[in-house]
C-alpha cells in the first residue's frame, strides 16, 4: 500500500492487515529517492534507518495485539526547523548547516507526535529561516508545485517541502510551521489541507524561531480530521470527535476589508463557487466591512513585526554568516534593522486594536470565510530574475494568512478550486481559541463543497 490515504484509512489498513508499517515506511522511502522523482528537493535530509528500524518495532507490538497510539506506525515528515533526537536542525540555511549540531531532545510537539506512535521520515526544505511566502531556497532547490509542473510554479513557503511530501506519498501528513502564512499558503498552493492553531496554542520549545509574537506549529495534510488529530497531540490533548455539522443555520462573514483586494480571476471565481455551495446547503452569508483591519496596511508600512523580531533573534548571525544567506531572506532581516523601537511599539498597538475590534465585529459569526492566497501559484523563473516581481509576489501570497496571523486566531485552509484548474483555498477562520470549532466547521464545509460537485 502506497502512502496516498488519511491518518484514517491508514490505520484501518494496518489493523485489517491490508499493509504494514514496514512497508508504508518503505514506499515513502522508494517515493523520495526515485531517481526522476522531486526527493532531493522536497527533503533536505532524511531518516531512513531509524525510520524502518520504528516501524518494525510498530508492526511487532500490533501482532502482539500490545495498545498502540493513535499515530502508531504512520510516516510524518518534520519542517527543518523542528528538532529531532540526533539530527541536525538547519531551517533551510546552508550557512547553518556548517556549524549545527545534533539535536539532544526532540521539540515538545515532536516529542508527543513520537509519544502517538508517529515515525519519522526526514526534515523537508523550507524558504530560509521561513521567511517568505513563496517557498523558493537557493541552497537545497525549490521543489515544484503540483500543479503545472512544466512552466515551474512556487510550492508556496516557508513550508514548501512539507506540502509537497504529502503530495508526493511520501507521508501522511506534515508537521509546519505559520508565522505569516507558512502552514495555509503551501497547503492552498498545492490543494491540500492546513490549519494554522491560535497563537500560542502549542509549546515553541526545540522550534528554530522567526517571530516570537507569532510563530506555531502546524500540520498539512490530505484531511481536515488529519489535521485535528495532529493539532491536538501537539496540544497535549485528547483527539475529539469531529463534530461534522449541516451548513443550514450557519452564519458566516464574508470579509470584503483588505481580504478581497486584488483577487487572481481564477481565485475569485473558485471562492463564488465555494460561497454559492454554502449558500445553497443553507448557511447564511453577510458580507461585513471590518474598518480595523486596515491597521494590517499601516503595519506593512512600518515594516511588519516578523521583520524586527526576526533581526533581533538573528542579527548576529547575519553579521557573521549573512554572505551564504539567501540574498532575498538576508535583505529583507537587514532592512529591519532600521526600525525603531518606537515604530514596533506603534505596530504591536495596531494589533492590539486590531484583535480587540475585529473580535466585536465578528463574534456573532460562526466564522469568517476568505480566500486563504489571492493569487495562483507564480511561475518561479520571473521571480527569480526580478527581486521586485519576487517582493510583490511575496506580498500578495502572506496578505491574507498575515490577517489571521497578526490577530492570533485559528485558521483552516481547505481545496476549492476547479478540478482542471489551478489550485485554491478556502480560508475558515474563527475566533482566539475555538480550534476545534473551526476544524468541526472546516470539515463540514469541505464535505458540503464537495458533495454539491460529485
Not at 497510539?69 to 533551510?92: H, Q, R, W, Y
Request: glycine residues 10%; negative net charge; contains cysteine.
Amino acid at each position: 500500500m502506497a502512502v496516498t490515504g488519511t491518518i484514517a484509512a491508514t490505520k484501518q489498513a494496518l489493523e485489517s492487515g491490508e499493509t504494514t508499517s514496514v512497508e508504508l515506511v518503505s514506499e515513502a522511502f522508494s517515493e523520495i529517492e526515485r531517481e526522476e522523482g522531486e526527493g532531493d528537493s522536497i527533503f533536505v535530509r532524511t531518516f531512513k534507518n531509524s525510520a524502518i528500524t520504528q516501524a518494525a518495532a510498530a508492526d511487532a507490538m500490533r501482532k502482539m495485539g500490545i495498545p498502540l497510539g493513535p499515530l502508531s506506525g504512520i510516516p510524518i515528515s518534520v519542517k527543518d526547523l523542528f528538532d529531532v533526537e540526533g539530527a541536525m536542525t538547519t531551517a533551510g540555511s546552508a550557512a547553518l548547516a556548517e556549524s549545527a549540531e545534533p539535536a539532544a531532545h526532540d521539540a515538545i510537539v515532536i516529542e508527543r507526535l513520537r509519544a502517538a506512535g508517529g515515525i519519522f521520515i526526514g526534515h523537508t526544505n523550507m524558504t530560509e529561516f521561513a521567511y517568505s511566502g513563496l517557498g523558493i531556497n537557493p541552497h537545497f532547490g525549490t521543489p515544484l508545485n503540483v500543479w503545472d509542473r512544466e512552466v515551474g510554479r512556487v510550492p508556496g513557503g516557508s513550508s514548501s517541502g512539507a506540502a509537497l511530501s504529502v503530495v508526493e506519498n511520501m507521508a501522511v501528513v506534515a508537521i509546519g510551521s505559520d508565522t505569516g502564512g507558512s502552514v495555509r499558503i503551501p497547503a492552498a498552493f498545492n490543494g491540500i489541507y492546513g490549519f494554522k492553531p491560535t497563537t500560542g496554542r502549542h509549546p515553541m520549545d526545540g522550534v528554530f524561531p522567526l517571530s516570537s509574537t507569532l510563530d506555531t506549529p502546524g500540520p498539512l495534510a490530505r484531511s481536515m480530521n488529519c489535521c485535528r488529530i495532529i493539532d491536538h497531540i501537539m496540544a497535549g490533548e485528547p483527539v475529539p470527535e469531529a463534530n461534522i455539522r449541516s451548513m443550514n443555520g450557519l452564519r458566516f462573514g464574508i470579509l470584503e476589508t483588505v481580504a478581497l483586494d486584488g483577487l487572481d480571476m481564477e481565485v475569485a471565481g473558485a471562492f463564488v463557487r465555494a460561497l454559492e455551495d454554502i449558500a445553497k446547503a443553507g448557511a447564511r452569508l453577510e458580507r461585513i466591512k471590518v474598518d480595523v483591519m486596515k491597521n494590517y496596511d499601516q503595519i506593512a508600512k512600518l515594516g511588519s513585526l516578523a521583520g524586527p523580531e526576526a533581526y533581533h533573534l538573528h542579527r548576529h548571525f547575519v553579521a557573521f554568516r549573512g554572505s551564504r544567506m539567501d540574498p532575498r531572506v538576508l535583505s529583507r532581516i537587514e532592512a529591519a534593522a532600521d526600525i525603531s523601537a518606537a515604530d514596533y511599539i506603534e505596530m504591536l498597538a495596531l494589533r492590539k486594536e486590531m484583535m480587540e475590534q475585529s473580535h466585536l465585529a465578528t463574534r456573532n459569526y460562526d466564522a469568517i470565510l476568505m480566500p486563504t492566497v489571492a493569487i495562483v501559484p507564480p511561475e518561479i523563473k520571473p521571480l527569480q530574475e526580478s527581486d521586485t516581481l519576487y517582493a510583490e509576489a511575496n506580498v500578495k501570497s502572506l496578505r491574507n494568512t498575515v490577517l489571521v496571523n497578526l490577530l492570533g486566531r485559528p485558521a483552516a485552509t481547505i481545496p476549492v478550486g476547479a478540478k482542471n484548474g489551478p489550485p485554491v483555498g478556502l480560508m475558515i477562520v474563527g475566533e482566539i481559541g475555538a480550534d476545534a470549532a473551526v476544524q468541526d466547521l472546516a470539515e463540514s464545509i469541505d464535505i458540503c463543497i464537495r458533495s454539491s460537485r460529485e
